[in-house]
């Protein structure tokens, strides 16, 4: 079943600006993660969060987690042309549970 | 080196017939997985394998089976093809689990069915 759900379903935004991605999911987590899915192409991991965390960058991410709210949000800042994709979040529950993917935040940056 | 690559890219086939789509990793990961991406992007479990377990996904249809040779190989075969199989599987793969659930997955670049 699913478990995670990403909002909004589709964001259209100015090259330079920020774009912020929210996932929310329903059980208890051990770790959440992002992809990056570009059109025709595999899925790229962005990022992993564990439970314990609460924020972490890598670059132009910055992700959050909120396990009180089972809740995500994905900022990428100073966005530019080539981050159009579309971006999943993906939950890691219990032992070694395959991940389950959100139904994705299509993102498109107009230059 | 492709980490994780699958075969064939496309597949346009007729209703009925059995097909195969093969996926190998390179990274020494001890598990892989099928994932199916429908029409609408939604990305869905089919299976996991690892060197100790086949997990199947209850929902997928007994007309799928995955067939791995060695860890480095996950084989996907399709028998009795229906118009509902069309879509997009991927493969992936990641190293065994760890305390703190799975961790990242590397992803093939897909194989495109289409079913006629």
């Known amino acids: 079943s699913q478990q995670g759900e990403e909002d909004p379903q589709a964001l259209s935004i100015q090259e330079g600006e920020n774009a912020t991605m929210n996932c929310s999911y329903k059980t208890s987590i051990n770790n959440l993660q992002w992809y990056r899915q570009n059109s025709g192409r595999g899925l790229v991991h962005l990022i992993l969060i564990r439970s314990n965390e609460r924020e972490k960058h890598s670059g132009r991410l910055r992700v959050t987690l909120d396990t009180s709210k089972k809740s995500s949000s994905l900022l990428i800042t100073a966005s530019r042309a080539a981050d159009t994709a579309s971006y999943f979040c993906?939950?890691?529950?219990?032992?070694?549970?395959?991940?389950?993917f959100g139904k994705g935040t299509r993102l498109s940056v107009i230059a | 080196d492709t980490a994780v690559s699958q075969t064939p890219k496309y597949l346009v086939t007729q209703m009925g017939n059995d097909k195969s789509i093969k996926c190998e990793q390179n990274l020494g990961h001890d598990t892989m997985y099928w994932y199916k991406q429908d029409s609408k992007k939604f990305l869905k479990i089919m299976f996991s394998y690892n060197n100790k377990e086949l997990i199947i996904n209850e929902t997928v249809p007994n007309r799928f089976s995955p067939k791995s040779p060695d860890k480095a190989h996950l084989n996907l075969h399709i028998n009795s093809l229906e118009l509902g199989d069309s879509a997009v599987y991927f493969c992936?793969?990641?190293?065994?689990?760890?305390?703190?659930?799975?961790?990242?997955?590397?992803f093939g670049e897909g194989s495109r069915l289409t079913v006629l």
């Open positions: 992936a793969s990641s190293q065994e689990y760890r305390a703190g659930g799975i961790g990242e997955l590397f």
């Open positions: 993906a939950t890691a529950i219990s032992g070694n549970t395959p991940l389950v």
